[in-house]
Structures are given as structure tokens and as C-alpha cells.
């Protein structure tokens, strides 16, 4: 395979060359730390030309916001770093010995490898599920969740038979961490204050919205206080909470869900997946190249300065990474334990070029937030435990916060100002439907 030029003809050859796999939020950050540095030649390698914010996708999938204003464009980001390369390919796998990735259309060597591939959809098993559930990882996946969601709305409103009418607008989120508290409190506002106006035949606020969650209570990783307000909160938005409930099976019709001895067969058109998470197949790469352990999600079980055992010059970042050295469990798979975990590799490696050594990385806990619906929201400061309004403020501020670009802030604020005062969406197009790949999920490599 033809090895590819490090990058343009008046590179220094001392420069130390650094591979960056994702561009996402660990990988991005790296990316921007080491950029600053001209002892560094940086080449990142995403298959998307784009940073895609997955915490505001659930607006993209319920038409508040367009997938243009969540996304930026990666060279755009990285153009003031001179010494950042930027190519749109696929790591296919690595060579640890020769230090050398392999790409879609070519080789590239490194000196330091940092892979932050991040996670895809997790069926626990069921797999065929994914034609009939969509996840909500990709723009492709919100899109293809918006597309369901207003089909739902338009067939109920030409649909004369009463039972298929109250399939069509019956809505099933599994999984009740922040992702479905969000996505079920999003459809809770759509139906009964966007919508409740725009048809004829139908009165959308008799949407029947249910969340599953397998556990005694949504958003189990909050306090118990802040787990009940999500509930009532979302019962206000008219949805309908489901606890100890594990679904058993799903089809184009209906869902089956088991709750202790009982089980019952929910007619429902529209299932949105929100359950569940494992790993990209680079943790499968990896494993097999350098000998790393994987966890049941097949994340790779890193050493606490993120490296991976036995390989001092291989980084993994961000939801691929299994860090389990601070505290009895993992670091969760959030944007901030991304952010942080990009900024400290790229100091570390500035360290050991200088024969420096550095602790362990420990991340700093910024909290957990999330919104159910307009003026409603739960947030975790560990010291502070808020909810309603000044929570949700506190929300809308911390996401403008971590948009990358200044015009995304910009039009992600004016949509949310014009949202809050008209209560309507900004972006209910129905687009074709999608052709999805799944026998690739969570084989997706950065």
C-alpha cells in the first residue's frame, strides 16, 4: 500500500508526527493543544469533513435545530493551526511495530498515535433491531429519527382506522438516561405545544409518549431527588415514564416489553433507541495489534496516563477509553471526560519530548445536566443539585458554551430565542428515507 506524504514539501523532518484518529471531542481538543507547538507535525483523520456537537442531536432528530448549525467544519477549526493536517479517510489498522497506520488509500507513520474513535448504537444482541429503532449518534441518525417522528404525525392525519391512528402517535424512547429523558421531553413539547395547531384530522396532544428504562429510575447516574423531578417534569410534557421495564422485542408494529412476570405487547410505529452504547472497531484493532483488554463494550482498558499497556506511544481518548483509576467505576462517556482527556495527552506528550514527567491524569468533574423541556431541567454539580428554571438556564448557557464555531453559537442562540417565544420548531423536513448499513454497527473506525 503506497504510503502517503507527511504533509507539504517544507515540513521539518525533526518533527515529532503525530497521528490523530476521531474528530470528535477528544480528538479535536488534542488536535488544537498540539497545534499551538511547531515541534509537531499533526495529522488528523475523521471519515466526516466535520465536528459533529452530539449532545444538541436530539434537536436535530425533534426539528428544533438544522444538522448545518450543530457542525463544523474540521478544516475550518484547524486552518490558523499551520502544522494540522486534516484528511477525510478511514484507519483500517495499525502497525505498532512499524509505527505506521493504515488508511483507506494509503499508509501514514507516526511517531505518537492518539485514537479517539469514540462509540456506536448497542443492542445488547439484537442487532436487527436498528431497522426498526434508530439510535442517535450521527447527523445520518437524527435525520432518519426526524424523518420517523413527522411521517408519524402525517400518516395519523390521513390514517381513518382508530387503532392504527393511535399506533402512528404512539412514541417509544428506550432507555432513560439523559439522552431519552431529552429526546422523550423534546417530543413531549412537539406534540403538545409545536404541533398542536398545524393539523386537522388529528389532535396531536393525545400523543402518547412512553420511556422505558430498565432500572428503578430515569437518569440513574442523578441523584435520586433530581431522577424524581426529571419524572415529574416529564410528566407535565405528557409523558409517560416506565421504570423496571426491559423491551424483549421490537418490530415495525409494536414493541414488547417485560416488566417482572407481566408482558405486554405496546402497538407503536415509532421506536427511538436510546439504551445503550459499545465501542467503535478500533478497540477491536487494537486489541488484536497490541495485545490491549477490552470491557464488555468493547473499550479499551488504558493505563492511567490514557496509554495503552505495553505501547507508551498509543493513546486512547474519550468513550473508547475504559479509565478506571479514579474511583470504583469508569469515567462515563461524556463530552467534558473527552475534552479533558485530549487537552492532557497533549500535554503529556509535550512532557516527554522535554524529558518531563507528569501525574496521572485525573478529570475534573464540571457536572451533568440535562434539559427535559422548556424551563425544565436537572442539574448535578456534585456541591449544588439544581432544577427548574435556573437549571435550564444553566443548560442553554453551558451548550452555547461548547459549540466550537462563534456562528454556531450565534445561530444555535437566535433559534433557541425565536423557539422560546414562538414554540416552534425551526427544521421539520421529511426526508427520504435513509439506507443504513448495520451489519457495520460498532465497526465504524474514525
Keep these: 500500500m503506497e504510503q502517503l506524504p507527511i504533509t507539504n514539501a517544507d515540513r521539518d523532518p525533526a518533527a515529532h508526527r503525530i497521528v490523530i484518529v476521531g474528530g470528535g471531542f477528544g480528538g479535536l481538543y488534542a488536535a488544537k493543544a498540539l497545534g499551538r507547538s511547531k515541534q509537531f507535525e499533526i495529522t488528523l483523520i475523521d471519515k466526516r469533513n466535520f465536528h459533529l456537537f452530539q449532545p444538541l442531536l436530539y434537536q436535530?432528530?425533534?426539528g428544533k435545530l438544522s444538522p448545518g448549525d450543530i457542525s463544523s467544519p474540521l478544516r475550518a477549526i484547524l486552518s490558523?493551526?499551520?502544522n494540522v493536517r486534516v484528511l477525510m479517510d478511514e484507519v483500517i489498522d495499525i502497525d505498532p511495530e512499524r509505527h505506521h497506520v493504515s488508511l483507506q488509500t494509503g499508509t501514514l507513520p507516526y511517531d505518537t498515535l492518539i485514537v479517539a474513535t469514540g462509540v456506536s448504537h448497542h443492542y445488547f444482541g439484537h442487532d436487527q433491531w436498528a431497522e426498526?429503532?434508530?439510535?442517535l449518534k450521527t447527523v445520518e441518525d437524527a435525520i432518519e429519527m426526524r424523518r420517523r417522528i413527522f411521517r408519524a404525525f402525517e400518516a395519523a392525519e390521513?390514517?381513518?382506522d382508530l387503532a392504527k391512528r393511535r399506533a402512528w402517535l404512539t412514541f417509544v424512547v428506550v432507555g432513560g438516561g439523559p439522552t431519552g429523558v431529552e429526546l422523550a421531553g423534546a417530543l413531549g413539547e412537539l406534540a403538545h405545544h409545536a404541533l398542536k395547531h398545524d393539523f386537522r384530522s388529528i389532535d396531536t396532544r393525545e400523543t402518547r409518549i412512553l420511556l422505558l428504562e430498565g432500572v428503578d429510575r430515569v437518569l440513574p447516574?442523578?441523584?435520586p431527588k433530581l431522577s424524581a423531578v426529571a419524572a415529574k417534569s416529564l410528566a407535565e410534557l405528557g409523558v409517560t415514564v416506565q421504570t423496571q421495564s426491559l423491551v424483549t422485542g421490537i418490530t415495525e408494529d409494536a414493541v414488547t416489553v417485560r416488566r417482572g412476570e407481566q408482558t405486554e405487547i405496546i402497538p407503536a410505529k415509532t421506536v427511538l433507541w436510546a439504551a445503550g452504547v459499545r465501542a467503535s472497531g478500533m478497540g477491536q484493532v487494537l486489541a488484536e495489534r497490541t495485545g490491549a483488554t477490552l470491557d464488555r463494550a468493547g473499550r479499551v482498558i488504558v493505563n492511567p496516563d490514557l496509554s495503552v499497556p505495553g505501547q507508551p506511544d498509543i493513546f486512547v481518548i474519550g468513550d473508547l477509553a475504559?479509565?478506571?483509576?479514579q474511583g470504583n467505576q469508569p469515567l462515563p462517556g461524556v463530552a467534558p471526560v473527552a475534552m479533558q482527556q485530549g487537552a492532557y495527552v497533549a500535554k503529556l506528550i509535550r512532557h516527554r519530548l522535554q524529558q518531563r514527567e507528569l501525574p496521572a491524569f485525573h478529570y475534573t468533574d464540571v457536572g451533568s445536566l440535562a434539559v427535559i423541556g422548556q424551563n425544565a431541567a436537572v442539574v448535578n454539580l456534585g456541591w449544588l443539585k439544581l432544577?427548574?428554571?435556573?437549571?435550564w438556564l444553566i443548560w442553554v448557557f453551558a451548550h452555547i458554551y461548547y459549540l466550537i464555531e462563534f456562528d454556531n453559537k450565534l445561530i444555535v442562540m437566535i433559534q433557541w430565542f425565536w423557539n422560546y417565544f414562538s414554540r416552534k420548531g425551526g427544521s421539520r423536513l421529511i426526508t427520504q428515507e435513509q439506507t443504513l448499513n448495520h451489519s457495520e454497527l460498532g465497526g465504524k473506525l474514525g
Design 387 to 391: 432544577s427548574g428554571f435556573l437549571a
Design 132 to 135: 426498526v429503532a434508530p439510535g
Design 60 to 62: 436535530v432528530a425533534t
Design 80 to 82: 490558523h493551526y499551520r
Design 221 to 223: 447516574t442523578y441523584p
Design 158 to 160: 390521513t390514517e381513518s
Design 322 to 325: 475504559h479509565y478506571a483509576h
